[in-house]
């Protein structure tokens, strides 16, 4: 529970005004939680309103998004934009299409854009949008016309120095093309006012893998400050299969790590051997098809139904790459019970706060969401620049910055845990490392 009078307050005052909105709620209360030692020693923040300013969103659309299908019914889906925060730079933050997107969790995702992208050290504001489109089974025509009528809307909100999205859950290269395709034709403008572009038309190599690698990144200098070991011979299970999972797999296993386990929404596989990543690669990324295929391609692998399941298979690290609230207080049990000595967060929020206080009591080196994925917001920061200098960058050039990156991540966080009086503690560490940058920033520019 929150104790100071004035974090408090403005907690009780964005619960009020933003019923029903769990997942935001949940995201704030975090922030809160681990910003209590510096609000204590920062009376100038409660002066400037710096804490109920920045859980108001300085500007939220919402627009209708009207398509055809391939037999020519009508749909009507929900689109969002919520630009959260430019104080440190231009908003920036991904778009995702799934059924569950609601405000609450476009919100959600934006707060944490804010510190995540902060903790980059680049200059980047906070943002998310998205819309409850479902491309699962629609053609690729489909998937077109719903992101042409998409950007229709979107376009007059973004810009490459204003807002610049990319992608998160349900949107990848060819979503960003066909967004990207009907910006340029709409505005007669060709500028980066996406990232994870393709590599023909402005992308940077490394964007696509970015995410997973940093999370690898992450956890490796985790493991090796804080518990004297490496990811080398270590068993991994590592839930969901698409593009976070994908390359945390490729860059843990590389590194000498053995995954046994991989999920989607549907269950997930199991294969002591290590799971094969050409075989998941040619599936998800290539078919579009489901994690069960594995089970049928790979002699010795089985198939579980339901994806919850995945927290019982024994493992020493467990990387959560799906979605929100995935691992609750039950799994984080079941792994401290297996022997889990370190869990990385390559989604967003995918521990309950439950699950992620266990973690730390036990023990459990524990490397938070808005710190340990913050490479991929990182590598379109990456490509921000070489769009602007109109450059293109080697993978090495780039893959070494964002190693850079994730390493200078961790150490902030780790700092800034040990000066709050939390050593070791990286949610609060990151929190306040990721904060104090765009406090600042909000003091030294006036009220808005
Ligand atoms: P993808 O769409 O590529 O893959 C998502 C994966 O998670 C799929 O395997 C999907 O299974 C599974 N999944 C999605 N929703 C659910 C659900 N409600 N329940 C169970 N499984 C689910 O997305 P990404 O890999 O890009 O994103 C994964 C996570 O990483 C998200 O939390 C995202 O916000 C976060 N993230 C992504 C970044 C990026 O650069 N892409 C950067 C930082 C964080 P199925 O196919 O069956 O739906
Ligand atoms: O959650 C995230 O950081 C992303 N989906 C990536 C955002 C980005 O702008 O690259």
């Given at each position: 529970m929150l104790r100071n009078r004035y974090l408090k307050e403005v907690y009780q005052g964005t619960a009020e005004r933003n019923r029903g909105e769990t997942e935001f709620l949940q995201a704030v209360l975090e922030v809160f939680l681990s910003l209590e030692p510096y609000v204590e020693r920062h009376p100038e923040l409660e002066a400037h309103g710096i804490m109920e300013r920045l859980v108001e969103p300085e500007r939220m659309v919402t627009f209708r998004v009207t398509w055809e299908d391939d037999r020519g019914r009508v749909h009507v889906n929900r689109g969002y934009r919520v630009q959260f925060s430019s104080a440190i730079g231009p908003y920036k933050g991904g778009l995702r299409f799934h059924p569950s997107v609601n405000a609450s969790i476009i919100k959600f995702l934006g707060f944490e854009q804010i510190f995540k992208n902060s903790l980059t050290s680049l200059s980047l504001g906070g943002a998310k949008g998205g819309a409850?489109?479902?491309?699962?089974?629609?053609?690729d025509g489909e998937v077109m016309r719903f992101c042409k009528a998409f950007m229709t809307e979107l376009h007059r909100h973004?810009?490459?120095?204003?807002d610049v999205p990319a992608g998160d859950i349900g949107v990848g290269g060819r979503e960003i093309g066909y967004l990207f395709g009907q910006y340029k034709r709409l505005c007669n403008n060709f500028t980066?006012?996406?990232?994870?572009?393709?590599l023909h038309y402005g992308g940077s190599l490394t964007r696509k893998e970015a995410t997973g690698y940093g999370l690898i990144y992450f956890v490796e200098e985790m493991l090796r400050c804080l518990?004297?070991?490496?990811?080398?011979g270590k068993t991994l299970v590592v839930s969901g299969s698409g593009n976070v999972a994908i390359y945390a797999v490729e860059k843990a296993t590389r590194l000498g790590g053995r995954v046994v386990a991989m999920s989607d929404s549907g269950g997930y596989i199991l294969d002591e051997n290590g799971i094969q990543l050409d075989v998941v690669k040619a599936i998800k990324?290539?078919?579009?098809?489901?994690?069960?295929d594995y089970a049928r391609r790979v002699p010795g692998s089985r198939y579980v139904e339901g994806?919850?399941?995945?927290?019982?298979v024994p493992c020493a690290i467990a990387l959560?790459?799906?979605?929100?609230?995935?691992?609750?207080l039950a799994a984080a049990r079941t792994l401290v019970d297996n022997g889990v000595i370190a869990v990385g967060e390559g989604?967003?929020?995918?521990?309950t706060a439950e699950a992620a206080a266990y973690f730390q009591e036990h023990r459990v080196l524990f490397a938070p969401a808005k710190a340990a994925n913050a490479g991929g917001v990182a590598a379109s920061g990456l490509e921000m620049s070489q769009n602007a200098m109109r450059a293109s960058w080697s993978f090495e050039q780039v893959e070494e910055k964002l190693r850079d990156i994730m390493v200078h991540i961790f150490q902030i966080s780790q700092e800034a845990a040990a000066g709050c009086g939390?050593?070791?503690d990286l949610i609060t560490g990151a929190n306040v490392a990721g904060f104090v940058k765009v406090a600042e920033a909000m003091l030294s520019e006036g009220l808005y």
């Open positions: 409850d489109f479902d491309p699962k089974g629609r053609s973004i810009g490459a120095n204003c980066g006012v996406l990232t994870g572009k393709g518990g004297h070991e490496t990811v080398f990324e290539e078919e579009r098809g489901r994690i069960s994806c919850r399941g995945i927290w019982s959560p790459c799906a979605t929100q609230n995935e691992l609750d989604a967003n929020m995918p521990c939390r050593p070791g």
